[in-house]
């Protein structure tokens, strides 16, 4: 999968373009709006993440002239918390999903696959986990059809461990997943929100292993549910 990154913040566009190329992408990156017009017009991407405040040629036009030649490049646009305004006119040029500075990185990075996956006609952008469903776009969790109460870490957290389901995933892992741009999340801090998370979803079955001193694992459903059946009945 090819991105075009068009950000004219150097900090947050290194950021992206370094953790989007671990996750196996590949990465291009524009810093106005003229060489993302430029670039669009010319190269085939499967994606494109799109800042709207760009120099010389704002992110709204370099959406409309896009869409006025008929592509149906995925767009996920950036925009500055309070601009309401700015997200409602990009969704209505054209754009597939939009979110807001500062964001975390788990999340932008679940929007991204599931935009790759609409693009290429790929699958489902729900996670079944058992009973455990998670809407990769919409960001919501359901055990069966009851919508669980989850906080934006505690999301994040659920995204991390379904995407690695049955495989260890360190408390540092997390923390760099979950850590927002100019936030810090502290490994006491991923405990609170293992604990929370833990709570809300152990009712459904769903199972968080701590592996003392590494770090946390999902347990595959098929196994906490035949651990479930094999425990004796409470008297």
């Not at 801090?189 to 001193?213: F, N, P, Q, S």
């Amino acid at each position: 999968m090819r991105i075009l990154l068009a950000e004219d913040d150097s900090v947050l566009a290194d950021g992206l373009t370094r953790s989007l190329r671990q996750s196996g992408y590949a990465i291009d990156c524009v810093k106005n709006g003229q060489e993302a017009d430029t670039a669009l017009s010319t190269q085939e991407f499967d994606l494109l993440i799109l800042d709207l405040g760009l120099p010389k040629m704002s992110g709204l036009e370099v959406l409309r002239r896009l869409r006025a030649r008929a592509s149906l490049l995925p767009v996920l646009i950036l925009t500055a918390a309070d601009s309401i305004e700015q997200r409602v006119n990009g969704l209505d040029l054209g754009a597939d999903d939009y979110m807001a500075k500062p964001f975390a990185l788990s999340e932008l990075e679940a929007r991204v696959r599931a935009l790759t996956r609409r693009g290429a006609g790929g699958g489902a952008t729900v996670i079944r986990h058992g009973p455990l469903s998670y809407d990769q776009v919409g960001r919501s969790a359901y055990i069966g059809e009851q919508m669980l109460d989850l906080s934006a870490r505690e999301l994040g957290l659920l995204e991390i461990l379904l995407a690695r389901s049955g495989r260890l995933v360190s408390k540092e892992q997390l923390v760099d997943h979950l850590c927002e741009w100019g936030e810090e999340v502290s490994n006491n801090a991923i405990e609170v929100y293992v604990h929370r998370l833990r709570k809300k979803i152990e009712v459904g079955g769903i199972r968080i292993v701590t592996v003392r001193g590494l770090g946390y694992c999902l347990e595959k459903f098929s196994e906490a549910a035949k651990a479930g059946a094999d425990a004796p009945e409470a008297k």
